[in-house]
């Protein structure tokens, strides 16, 4: 048996721009990706001694899937067709990133399968060759499998590296509502946003390290979508910046909404203060990777 174990980190958009609906359906964006140091826990383990290719997952979460629908499965099944393996495979996953957040919680822990059966089969691949494979299951792999920061432009798959938030402290709060990510893109009139967040401007104020030029930058254009049927998510943010976050934005299509703090004390205390009022059932704090 070979066992490896890797950690799928979340993430959250620090500024997320759509500049098109394509004629193919898909958006063109612009957005700056941050990993957080919130993540799920994987085991993959390769029995060497068998042939069958079965793939199997178990999850301390009951919502998640643990069929052909969990995103590790699909992507254990597409690194085994492309590479001709063959030996039975189980996946244990730990999962502590809310799901249907818009942290890309099913994406990450895609991306950690490709690169657990890259290692554990020896396959030498590049970080670009396992982006093309993680691209034809989700728009947000490439960016999971290089991790960190980075600027990510088409339809997610042109990513450019850039230095991240530093010494700061990133509450996450997810209200217990569902949204679907189709829903908020098909409620989005891309051609009618009149006000674009300044990405460049955030990528450049991320390589001066200046964190309240970040923060005045952050900016979501799917939030006006969701917020519109989901008010609980601007009263999360005001309570956030009320409460000594330097901003607060909804991260992805949401619902998830997150703040920037420089004192831990103030993100933990705030952290309390929405758990207390039942904002949100699921709250962290968190740092920057
Ligand atoms: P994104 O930020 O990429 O839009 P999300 O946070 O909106 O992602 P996910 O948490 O990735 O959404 O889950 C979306 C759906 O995918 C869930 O309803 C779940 O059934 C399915 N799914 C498949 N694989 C996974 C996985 N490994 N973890 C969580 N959800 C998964």
Redesign the pocket.
Known sequence: MKTIEKKAYA?VNLALDVLRKRPDGYHDVKMIMQNLSLC?ELTFSVDENTTEGIISIS?N?E???TDE??????AIKLMYETYGLHNNISVK?I?N???????????T??AAAIKAVNELFDLKLSIKKMQEIGVKL???VPFCILGKTAVSEGIGEILTEIPGLKECYVLVAKPPIS?S?AFVYKNLKADEIKVHPDVDGMAQALKNNDLSEICKRMSNVLETVTACSHPEIIIIENVMKNNGAINSIM???GP?VFGIFDSKEQCEKTAKIIRDEKLANEVYVTVPV
């Open positions: 993430k799920d999850t979460k919502s998640v899937p629908r969990n995103l590790i499965y699909k996953l999962k990133i809310p799901v249907e957040a818009g942290m890309a919680g099913g994406s822990d895609c989700g728009a947000d949204v990510t991260s992805g299509s998830t």
